[in-house]
Nanobody
């Protein structure tokens, strides 16, 4: 069992930046970020596969968000720049030890509790 703890959410204005962190209690193969806005489905944001490493991004955040990890391979960061009101959501960290499609929520076995990001216009 792997526990994930997110931090770094908050309330910012459009155009501002935030950095989210997610610490895993053990090694995994892929760690990703998903988000869910009120009344909407959970959607993929970004993922990092430690082998490579390989990153993937949703089109809606490409060029604005950057996912990275540290040398322990247990912590990932999501640097969010040029934030927009439509980025407002609860952001969830997820992880899996298996080689699965990183953009698909069902690929992940472990989830964090979520951290709120609110972007005001």
């Amino acid at each position: 069992q792997v526990q994930l703890v997110e931090s770094g959410g908050g309330v910012v204005q459009a155009g501002d930046s935030l950095r989210l962190s997610c610490v895993a209690s053990g090694r995994t193969l892929t760690m990703g970020w998903f988000r869910q806005a009120p009344g909407k489905e959970r959607e993929f944001v970004a993922a990092l596969t430690w082998v490579g490493p390989i990153t993937a991004y949703a089109d809606s955040v490409k060029g604005r968000f950057t996912i990275s990890g540290d040398n322990t391979k247990t912590t990932v960061y999501l640097q969010m720049n040029s934030l927009k009101p439509e980025d407002t959501a609860v952001y969830y960290c997820a992880a899996t030890k298996a080689l699965k499609a990183p953009r698909v929520a069902d690929s992940y076995d472990y989830w964090g509790q979520g951290t709120q990001v609110t972007v005001s216009s």
